[in-house]
């Protein structure tokens, strides 16, 4: 079992509603990263959380709304997704960001927008 | 910024046979090379990473080759079995975690 977990596992959603992805991790890590994956590709980075401040946007739509409440906690808030958004979204945490560490990802939520 | 190669894209291989899958990158100074295994319906799971001032890394049936050189990095598995099979990924990261990169990614299929 992964020590990241991601709700909900799925998602199905219209292009006008809002919902939100939940990641949690309890390993103590201090940097919590969103990735997107399309299907038979790598994963995309898309935002980096150091120290529950955020440090990268990778040039994401503001459709994608992060949050990290605390340590533990990490957010994608979701509006107004456009049907090429349906993908899986990893979320992953390491020990910093300031040098090179192991990221450790959850199994993901997957979307799919109607 | 940093551009990852993986091949091949699809490797089938006997049960018990070994797999290797190759990994090239461009900054020379990269200096940590993860390697990941993706199951259907899972996320990506660490299984094994080198850094830039180590050679080769085993652990059990897994082992992680570096040439800072030639810039590649390679993966081997010997004595594959049919859980192998998945989807492979290697990475690298140039500073720090904010920009490690991926390659494509292999499928690996382990014959019974």
Not at chain 1, 2 to 21: A, D, R
Not at chain 1, 52 to 69: A, D, G, Q, T
Not at chain 2, 34 to 57: A, H, T
Request: aromatic residues 8%.
């Amino acid at each position: 079992d992964t020590e990241v977990t991601q709700t909900p596992k799925h998602l199905v959603m219209g292009m006008t509603n809002k919902k939100s992805l939940k990641c949690e991790q309890h390993m103590g890590h201090r940097a919590m990263y969103w990735y997107k994956q399309k299907a038979k590709k790598p994963p995309e980075l898309m935002f980096v959380y150091s120290y529950e401040k955020l440090s990268i946007n990778e040039s994401v739509p503001s459709r994608f709304s992060p949050e990290c409440p605390n340590s533990s906690l990490l957010n994608l808030h979701l509006h107004a997704l456009q049907p090429e958004d349906s993908a899986l979204y990893l979320c992953a945490s390491s020990h910093t960001t300031g040098v090179v560490a192991p990221q450790h990802f959850g199994d993901g939520t997957r979307l799919s927008i109607l | 910024g940093e551009n990852v190669e993986q091949h091949p894209s699809t490797l089938s291989v006997q049960e018990g046979d070994s797999a290797v899958i190759k990994c090239t990158y461009s900054d020379s100074a990269s200096n940590y090379f993860p390697w990941y295994k993706q199951e259907l319906g899972k996320g990506p799971q660490l299984i094994i990473d080198i850094r830039s001032n180590v050679g080769e890394k085993k652990d059990q049936r897994i082992a992680v080759t570096l040439n800072k050189t030639a810039k590649h990095f390679s993966l081997h598995i010997t004595e594959t079995q049919p859980e192998d099979s998945a989807v492979y990924f290697c990475a690298a990261s140039l500073y720090n975690n904010n920009d490690m990169r991926f390659g494509a990614g292999t499928r690996l299929t382990v014959k019974p």
